[in-house]
């Protein structure tokens, strides 16, 4: 049974970089099959998703947090990682780390199948 | 703003049957696999749907997915009340290379 954990701080500063890591249980993060992705939900809002990273350590991000958010990955301990960076109060929302189907044909993704349980994360100094 | 467009709301009795649309463009649900989450407070976003209208196992086919042009139809026969809860919309938008989502839509049993 694959199993995703968010940890990390659940308060940061303004200004400050937001720093989370999602640790995979019961799967590779190198099989090949998935991207690893970052989504979060906003107090009252819908879900936005952050971006996604392959094992090899290629990414995609949203346009809009592109300027501040890098994902990394470790296959050694089996975990990728989130960084949001210059970060607001436009920021606190819960974060959830998620496994995305690749495409075989296209290397699109085509949905986000294992989610993490998502960890609140606050803004505030 | 989002770029796939649900209603934000939709209320059945519980045994009936329930339809939530998610409309796109060419970019996006026209061109690309959509998948449907259902998502409870404070628990996990659970998928659905896959390939437009694939389910994973374990879930029930009272859950159905179609798609038609650039518009996406999630299907839930049967209500029960434990069905109560957010559902979202989600596909690859190939303009803009990027994941996006529906705005959600609050499924009320009465």
């Known amino acids: 049974q694959v199993q995703l954990q968010e940890s990390g701080p659940g308060l940061v500063k303004p200004s400050q970089t937001l720093s989370l890591t999602c640790t995979v249980s019961?799967?590779?993060?190198?099989?090949?099959?998935?991207?690893w992705s970052w989504i979060r939900q906003h107090p009252g809002k819908g879900l936005e998703w952050i971006g996604y990273i392959y094992y090899s350590g290629s990414t995609s991000y949203n346009p809009s947090l592109k300027s501040r958010v890098t994902i990394s990955v470790d296959t050694s301990k089996n975990q990728f990682s989130l960084k949001l960076s210059s970060v607001t109060a436009a920021d606190t929302a819960v974060y959830y780390c998620?496994?995305?189907?690749?495409?075989?044909?296209?290397?699109?993704?085509?949905?986000?199948?294992?989610w993490g349980q998502g960890t609140t994360v606050t803004v505030s100094s | 703003q989002s770029v796939l467009t649900q209603p934000p709301s939709v209320s059945a009795a519980p045994g009936q049957k329930v339809s939530i649309t998610c409309s796109g463009s060419s970019s996006n649900i026209g061109n690309n696999y959509i998948s449907w989450y259902q998502h409870l407070p404070g628990i996990a976003p659970k998928l659905l749907i896959y390939d437009n209208n694939k389910r994973p196992s374990g879930i029930p086919d009272r859950f159905s997915g179609s798609k038609s042009g650039t518009s996406a139809t999630l299907g839930i026969t049967g209500l029960q009340t434990g069905d109560e809860a957010d559902y979202y919309c989600g596909t690859w938008d190939s303009s803009v290379n990027a994941w996006v989502f529906g705005g959600g839509t609050k499924l009320t049993v009465l």
């Open positions: 019961g799967a590779s993060i190198s099989g090949g099959r998935y991207y």
């Open positions: 998620a496994r995305v189907i690749r495409g075989i044909i296209t290397p699109n993704p085509y949905g986000m199948d294992v």
